[in-house]
């Protein structure tokens, strides 16, 4: 008697806790999950086969309840990160678009792409003494973003969709990042008048929709696109300028040199086109990758600027980043260069950093 108490007892627990796992294994395997006709199955069977039924089903829902637990972990791990990313600063590397210029500009002319673009560049040069194409005909082919905690540390350098760089795959990462990560503060340099327009024209483009970018139900200061609104966008040549107020001639280049920092090097931005139609999409997103850790060196010293750090802390943060940089120069002939070039900044302080610290 006691022995057939405690067979329905394991009985009556296996039951259970299969039961509970088939609910579980929904959320992972919906094709294939234990479910309660499953377990009437077993329960019907006989002898030697109900026994096989039940090691069976057991199994199953054994290997799915753990198989549970490693996507909660990662779920967890993925939370976790997506928290700790307070700025995402980014870089974009574009081109023309040959064939939209050929058809909407000289559509009969029997032009190619190239000759579209050629004659396009030789119109604006007569006509503003530039011969840069609008972003409205442009196509990202690179976008290089660095994840930076709240302490203004950097955590991480990424490029998207590396190495196919597919304009319209780096386009939907780009958006539906920001939203994995909860919408974290975009940082760039003079970003609001071509990176950003551009990442939206693209998602026009590819039809990639942006709900929580474009809340224009929401009051106009918290709406995310407002140029005011620094905690969506923050633009570091908007600040220099003052919003426009004044010209920052030298651009990027010259504020990471104040810093010592190398900024343009053997690539520059008037030879991406070229680049691109050389097939070396690789050396236009290691060139990305250059303009990115400037651009993060300038958001230090003007996060010490506005008081967010000291000059201290910057300090450390430069520090880190460079160690990180190092640590990945293996695999980024451009990290090498710049670190061959790479130059500290010239403290007039001396030791009085250190009281400063946070």
Not at 166 to 189: N, S
Not at 249 to 266: C, D, T
Request: hydrophobic fraction near 40%; include cysteine; aromatic fraction near 10%.
């Amino acid at each position: 008697m006691l022995k057939r108490r405690g067979a329905e007892s394991a009985e009556l627990k296996l039951r259970t806790e299969t039961l509970r796992a088939s609910r579980l294994c929904v959320l992972i395997q919906p094709q294939g999950h234990i479910s309660v006709s499953n377990w009437r199955v077993a329960k019907g069977a006989k002898g030697s086969e109900r026994g096989e039924l039940l090691v069976y089903l057991w199994e199953r829902a054994r290997t799915s309840i753990l198989l549970l637990l490693q996507v909660k972990r990662f779920i967890q791990v993925e939370v976790a990160v997506a928290q700790e990313v307070r700025f995402l600063l980014f870089d974009v590397e574009s081109v023309a678009d040959g064939d939209l210029i050929n058809t909407t500009k000289y559509a009969g002319e029997g032009l190619s792409s190239a000759e579209a673009i050629l004659k396009f560049r030789q119109e604006l040069l007569m006509t503003s003494s530039r011969d840069f194409i609008p972003y409205t005909y442009h196509l990202p082919v690179a976008v290089v973003i660095a994840k930076i905690r709240a302490d203004y540390s950097l955590l991480d350098i990424v490029s998207l969709d590396q190495p196919h760089h597919r304009p319209h795959v780096i386009t939907k990462h780009f958006w539906t990042g920001w939203e994995a990560y909860e919408r974290p503060t975009w940082v760039t340099f003079n970003g609001r008048t071509f990176d950003l327009p551009l990442m939206e024209h693209a998602a026009f483009r590819f039809g990639v929709a942006l709900p929580q970018w474009f809340n224009l139900d929401a009051r106009t200061y918290d709406q995310h696109r407002n140029r005011y609104n620094l905690h969506s966008h923050l633009d570091l040549h908007e600040l220099l300028t003052n919003f426009g107020s004044t010209w920052f001639r030298g651009g990027l280049n010259l504020a990471a040199a104040l810093l010592g920092k190398p900024g343009k090097m053997s690539v520059q931005g008037d030879m991406v086109q070229s680049l691109y139609d050389q097939g070396k999409i690789s050396e236009i997103n290691e060139y990305c990758r250059c303009d990115v850790l400037d651009t993060y060196f300038v958001f230090l010293r003007m996060s010490t600027l506005m008081g967010k750090i000291t000059l201290a802390d910057e300090q450390d943060r430069v520090r880190s980043a460079k160690e990180l940089i190092e640590s990945q120069a293996a695999q980024h002939p451009a990290y090498q260069q710049y670190l061959e070039q790479w130059g500290d900044w010239s403290n007039p302080w001396g030791e009085e950093i250190a009281a400063t610290k946070s």
